[in-house]
Each structure stands twice: as structure tokens, then as C-alpha cells.
T-cell receptor, first 114, second 113 residues
Framework: DTAVSQTPKYLVTQMGNDKSIKCEQNLGHDTMYWYKQDSKKFLKIMFS???????INETVPNRFSPKSPDKAHLNLHINSLELGDSAVYFC?????????????FGPGTRLTVL | GNSVTQMEGPVTLSEEAFLTINCTYT??????LFWYVQYPGEGLQLLLK?????DKGSNKGFEATYRKETTSFHLEKGSVQVSDSAVYFCALISGGSNYKLTFGKGTLLTVNP
């Protein structure tokens, strides 16, 4: 059973389009995250939700909008895609509430903007 | 703010060689420290962690000790295998950071037979 799953795995699209990436976790965790990995492999937090409430919103363009319909799902919608949005996006989850918690990552979604 | 500095590599070793990947950090309070591994084409997996000073995390022959006095968490393995080829990330979570992981830039390890 997949603990943290993301769809799609690959996404190729044109500049200016709007796209969504979906994430689901079946671990019963309270907290979910979106991270962006750039072409040099650097990973940076974008958003975090705890029990459907936004708790981290780093300096991300407002073209990016996370949505958490329930605590098992955290989707990422991106409007007006730009070339610089090309990256691998990772969803993660953790039990929540403690700095000692392990975060469990999904397989990633490779977004290519042409 | 929080930051993690790790040797960037790439690191190329022969099978059965000794591995060290250095990691130092800057953080407020007493962070938890992690090593994650990313195999080619895959997501990140936790390799090991340590949550307080002098703790040693270990897994799959890898070890790292939380050294508060030197703010370090160096990763070591006595004898690497070809299957250890991957990118290794040092990371931390500090209290008050809303539990976000702050990552180092990653170190690419290639092990040749």
C-alpha cells in the first residue's frame, strides 16, 4: 500500500496554462506539506497544512494555491504557469505536532513547462 | 534563521570504501536532525534521525551522531555498496518553525564496482 501518493507523476504543459497536482496519504497523519525541488536538487518548503488549516506559506507566488479538502488530501493548483515553475514537486506528510516527527514523502511530480 | 550546510560533492567512491558526508547546521533552539536519501528517479526516504544532543541515528550501516558542541551531524558508512549510489540530504526541524524541514543542498554519491 502506498503511503503518500501523487498524481500525475509527469506533467508537461505550455506556459500560461493552469494545472493541478493531487496528493493523498493513507497514514492517518494530521500534517501535509508541499516541497519544490529545483534543477540543482535543492528542496524548499512551499506550504504546510495541519488538519486542513494552512500553517506554512513561504514566499511562493500567489499563482500557487494549495487546497486541503480533508486531512488525507492536499492538492496544489498552479495558475498561469511560467518556465521557472519547471521542477519536481514533492508532497509529504507527518503525524504532526512535534519537531521529532519523520516526514514521509511521495514519489514526486515532475512538472515541465514549455 | 535555520540553515544546513553539507559538502556538495559529487562524491565518487569504489565499493567497500569508507564514506563521510559532512553536515553542519545553524538553528534556533534544539533542532531534530535528519538524513534523507533520494535514489535515482524516486522520492525521499528517511535514512536516519537524531532528536537530541549525543544521540546516534543508524540504519542500513549508516550512522550519524548529533554533536551540539560542533553543530554537526556527519553521515558515515564503513563500507559502501553500488546500491548506495544516491543523493543524500541533511535536514533539520527546529521548534517554532512549524515543523518544516530545512534541507542542505544534497550530496550526490556514486559508488563504482
Amino acid at each position: 500500500d502506498t503511503a503518500v501518493s501523487q498524481t500525475p507523476k509527469y506533467l508537461v504543459t505550455q506556459m500560461g496554462n493552469d494545472k493541478s497536482i493531487k496528493c493523498e496519504q493513507n497514514l492517518g497523519h494530521d500534517t501535509m506539506y508541499w516541497y519544490k525541488q529545483d534543477s540543482k536538487k535543492f528542496l524548499k518548503i512551499m506550504f504546510s497544512y495541519n488538519n486542513k488549516e494552512l500553517i506554512i506559506n513561504e514566499t511562493v507566488p500567489n499563482r500557487f494555491s494549495p487546497k486541503s479538502p480533508d486531512k488525507a488530501h492536499l492538492n496544489l493548483h498552479i495558475n498561469s504557469l511560467e518556465l521557472g515553475d519547471s521542477a519536481v514537486y514533492f508532497c509529504a506528510s507527518s503525524p504532526g505536532g512535534r519537531s521529532t516527527d519523520t516526514q514521509y514523502f511521495g514519489p514526486g511530480t515532475r512538472l515541465t513547462v514549455l | 534563521g535555520n540553515s544546513v550546510t553539507q559538502m556538495e560533492g559529487p562524491v565518487t567512491l569504489s565499493e567497500e570504501a569508507f564514506l563521510t558526508i559532512n553536515c553542519t547546521y545553524t538553528a534556533t533552539g534544539y533542532p531534530s536532525l535528519f538524513w534523507y536519501v533520494q535514489y535515482p528517479g524516486e522520492g525521499l526516504q528517511l535514512l536516519l534521525k537524531a532528536t537530541k544532543a549525543d544521540d546516534k541515528g543508524s540504519n542500513k550501516g549508516f550512522e550519524a551522531t548529533y554533536r551540539k558542541e560542533t553543530t554537526s551531524f556527519h553521515l558515515e558508512k564503513g563500507s559502501v555498496q553500488v546500491s548506495d549510489s544516491a543523493v543524500y540530504f541533511c535536514a533539520l526541524i527546529s521548534g517554532g518553525s512549524n515543523y518544516k524541514l530545512t534541507f542542505g543542498k544534497g550530496t550526490l554519491l556514486t559508488v563504482n564496482p
